[in-house]
């Protein structure tokens, strides 16, 4: 049988440095654990801007839609600033994500015990924090049309368009139920259904996926304004939140940094399950190309390497593995390991991104 | 000469239990500090709908296109959850923001010293907080055309429009300078222009008016997602931040929270200038209706106080009066007067409605 296949496109930024440090894990689990994959690589972003002059290239388009996963680093940066924006390093994740059809982006906002004191938060408000946002991520207003820029009388409008259909909300809330189902049981659903329609529309569709196929799971609605309230008040009465494309983009970065372990957050983009069952999927932190520390060892490789984790559970069935990843992080972490971005006010040391897995690898 | 003239719409929920304590204090200035207000009162949410089928009678429409300034409560309600959108408490809000063209949205997000415990976050991070957001009010996808629910093939599909044409971002903007040359001299602007082109006509449009009006203010820019991870990362950061009608909507609620004072945090919402100088005006505490409070004598009436500071400020050149009634609640919280919402956890006995309000004109 052929070897399950991997994307890796590092991307912009720290994007290839963290990358680095994935593929010797990606080695580690190979050689120790028999788990051989076919790996390509590839670019994406500014990099693949400046080899091609497109963010991403038809080809790698090509290799992403045949592949089981893709891992992806990072894209942006201020080189790319003032780039047109049909080609600004953001639009190759975006025709990944459209034409991919990954509807389902899963963010964990997760708070490591090891890291509870580096949130903004008073500490008991977030250790043991464990949300799941489940983000619409192929409809809504990032790929609504109308879209441009327009001569209007003397003057020039800016339009966007937000749009959901019926099936677009049904798939998404069902991956959110599923969800819920192995995680507590509670799924929070946000929009504005009190100002516009298109949230009428969710909220509607959201409690008919209920009422017909999750009864048991506990569903509740909130306008998203009130959301980012009760994420910044208290966070810990959430479970699994589904929220659309543009909600979702604000709302998982709120609760990321609620953590206080944004270097420490990985993502998953699930699409529809192929005929094997596995679903189309690309993996990426949550965190972005941060060109302040690029090139300097700064970053910190884990949220890159738990993206991969996830890829090993939600693409390859490898749960055990995943966990056993996952519980390497955190000893490392428990041990005292800290990239610079786990410094915090009590100073000392940071070891770099090369050392961070250096230590994740004798863990394992 | 006539009196300047006043009309409050108390609303649903605790919104007439706070305004009620409102019209005591205005009752004070009148009688201690010769401010005779003409004063009219009327129905606007689900009050409104009770009485007349609508969330804002005509009548009362035109009352508020006529008075120099609009006080409201709070509008909304479970009893009012199921009914339809076209009649829903919230219109009314909304149709007096729009016919009034009330194109500027100033929400404070203060800490209050002698509240800085009451924050989720760790109270370094948030004493001293003085965030002043401006929020464009009368268009983007609260307004924009077309909206609705269709039908499409075989399902419905919710739309609604983002929609910025220049002068609605140049008016805004303008306000948001003038504002931060009376403040720190600072401005932050959010959008998703890497996503969005009307955040990036937005981004265009704020940098021309900084350019060629504004040169003297520090103006920068920052995707709103990027935004509401660095409000809860280090609030302090910020000064004036400007932004458009829904990122607004959930960014201030955010910054609201962070303050731990909710309760506290007044509003004004802002329109061009009228002959006399005056701009059009609504204020409006932050907090909403309530419903789980409502008619036990609980609610904070400190957040509708400032509002009516805030009208005495921006409406009636009157800011020597509004510190006056500002500094009045700051010596009444730094002396220990609380309301349930300002108790926390070291317990006591919280003070009512009135009581606060009692507390306030003593200090007065
Ligand atoms: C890079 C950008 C296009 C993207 C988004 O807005 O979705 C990012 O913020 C994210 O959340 O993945
Ligand atoms: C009540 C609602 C229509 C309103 C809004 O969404 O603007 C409220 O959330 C606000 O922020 O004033």
Redesign the interface.
């Known amino acids: 049988m052929a070897n399950p296949s991997l994307l890796i496109l590092p991307g912009d930024g720290i994007g290839p440095e963290v990358m680095q440090e994935v593929r010797r894990v990606i080695t580690w689990f190979s050689e120790k654990r028999g788990l051989a994959f076919d790996i390509t690589e590839d670019l994406v972003g500014g990099a693949a801007y400046d080899a091609h002059g497109t963010p991403l290239h038809d080809d790698t388009m090509a290799k992403a839609l045949d592949v089981d996963a893709v891992l992806l680093g990072a894209v ?1 940066g201020p080189k790319y600033d003032n780039l047109d ?1 049909s080609v ?1 390093p ?1 639009r190759g994740l ?1 025709r990944l994500r459209k034409e991919m059809d990954l509807f389902s982006n899963l963010r964990p906002a997760q708070c490591f015990d090891a890291l509870a004191d580096f949130s ?3 500490t008991e ?1 977030v250790s043991g924090l464990d949300i799941m946002i489940v983000r619409e991520l192929t409809s809504g ?2 790929f ?1 049309e109308p ?3 327009f001569e ?1 009388g003397n ?13 677009e909300i049904d798939r998404v809330a069902r991956s959110a139920f599923e969800l819920a189902r192995r995680r507590s049981g509670k799924v929070c659903s946000m929009e ?1 259904a ?9 909220r509607e569709v959201v409690q008919k996926v209920h009422d017909e196929d999750y009864p048991d799971v506990e569903l509740s609605h909130m306008y ?3 959301g ?2 009760q ?4 966070p810990k009465q959430f479970d699994v939140i589904l929220t659309d494309n ?2 979702g ?3 998982s ?2 609760a ?3 953590t206080g372990s ?1 270097g420490m957050l990985p993502s998953a983009s699930l699409g529809a399950p192929n005929a094997d069952g596995r679903p189309k999927a690309l993996y990426e932190p949550v965190h972005g190309s941060a060109p302040d520390i690029t090139g300097q060892g700064k970053a910190n490789p884990i949220a890159c390497i738990l993206s991969f984790a996830m890829a090993l559970r939600y693409s390859f069935d490898q749960g055990d593995e995943a966990t056993r990843l996952e519980t390497a992080i955190e000893k490392v972490l428990a041990d005292g390991a800290r990239t610079a971005d786990l410094m915090g006010e009590a100073g000392g040391t940071p070891i770099s991104t090369t050392q961070m897995s250096d230590a994740i690898l004798s863990a394992l």
Do not use: H, P
């Open positions: 942006g924006f600004k953001e975006l903004s938060l008073k408000l207003v990032y609504g879209r441009g820029i209007e003057e020039r409008v800016g339009i966007n368009t937000q749009r959901y259909t019926e099936s504005k009190n100002v516009m329609e298109s949230g009428i529309l969710w998203a304004d009130n980012a309230m994420l910044v008040r208290a543009l909600f983009d604000i709302l970065d709120c990321a940094m609620l944004l």
